[in-house]
T-cell receptor, first 111, second 112 residues
C-alpha cells in the first residue's frame, strides 16, 4: 500500500534544543496531519495542514505543508520534558476519509 | 476531548476464543475507524465505517469483522483470536467535513 517515510525514527535531544522531523512520500497528498502519542494513550492531533505551502503554528510547534505536496515538516522549538513521546505524520490521499500513516518519530530527552 | 470511549481497556484471552471490542462516541460523527498498533508498524487500519451499516475493509482486515448498528457504536470482533492479534487497538472518529481523526484511549489485547 501507500507509504509515508517518516524520519528520523528516534531522536535524543537536550532540553531546550529545537527539534525537526519530516515525512515524505512519492504520492501527492491533499492534507497533512501531525499527532503526538504519549505512553499508554491514543494519538492526539497537534496540527492540521490543508494547503500546499501552508505554515501553521501551535505554541512551540510549527508544521509546514510542502510545496510539492509530497512532504511535511514538524519543528518543535525549545524542547521541554513533556515533549517526549512518539510523533506521527498522517496524510490524506483521496476522498475516502482514510489516512496514510508514518511509522513515527520517538522523541527522547537526554537526562 | 472527542467523547470517545473504548471497552474493555485491557483484555487477556486464549487462542481460538471470540473477542469483541467496543467503541462508543457521544458526538454523532459519521466516520469511525479501528486501528491496531504494533511496535515497528505504526498505526494500521483494520476496518472503517462511513455510516450506520456502512463499513469497508482497511489494510489489515483478515481475521476481523465489524458492525455498526447505531451511529454511536462501532464493534470490532475477532471471531477466533490468534496470538498474532495481540496488539493495542485504537478507535478513531472523524466528523466527515474534514479529515482530522480523533482517537480513543485504546484497548490492550493479549491473546495467549
Amino acid at each position: 500500500g501507500q507509504q509515508l517515510n517518516q524520519s528520523p525514527q528516534s531522536m535524543f535531544i537536550q532540553e531546550g534544543e529545537d527539534v525537526s522531523m519530516n515525512c515524505t512520500s512519492s504520492s501527492i497528498f491533499n492534507t497533512w496531519l501531525w499527532y503526538k502519542q504519549d505512553p499508554g494513550e491514543g494519538p492526539v492531533l497537534l496540527i492540521a495542514l490543508y494547503k500546499a505551502g501552508e505554515l501553521t503554528s501551535n505554541g512551540r510547534l510549527t508544521a509546514q505543508f510542502g510545496i510539492t505536496r509530497k512532504d511535511s515538516f514538524l519543528n518543535i522549538s525549545a524542547s521541554i520534558p513533556s515533549d517526549v513521546g512518539i510523533y506521527f505524520c498522517a496524510g490524506q490521499l483521496n476522498s475516502n476519509y482514510q489516512l496514510i500513516w508514518g511509522a513515527g518519530t520517538k522523541l527522547i530527552i537526554k537526562p | 476531548d472527542a467523547g470517545i470511549t473504548q471497552s474493555p481497556r485491557h483484555k487477556v484471552t486464549e487462542t481460538g476464543t471470540p473477542v469483541t471490542l467496543r467503541c462508543h462516541q457521544t458526538e454523532n460523527h459519521r466516520y469511525m475507524y479501528w486501528y491496531r498498533q504494533d511496535p515497528g508498524h505504526g498505526l494500521r487500519l483494520i476496518h472503517y465505517s462511513y455510516g450506520v451499516k456502512d463499513t469497508d475493509k482497511g489494510e489489515v482486515s483478515d481475521g476481523y469483522s465489524v458492525s455498526r448498528s447505531k451511529t454511536e457504536d462501532f464493534l470490532l470482533t475477532l471471531e477466533s483470536a490468534t496470538s498474532s492479534q495481540t496488539s493495542v487497538y485504537f478507535c478513531a472518529i472523524a466528523a466527515g467535513l474534514v479529515y482530522e481523526q480523533y482517537f480513543g484511549p485504546g484497548t490492550r489485547l493479549t491473546v495467549t
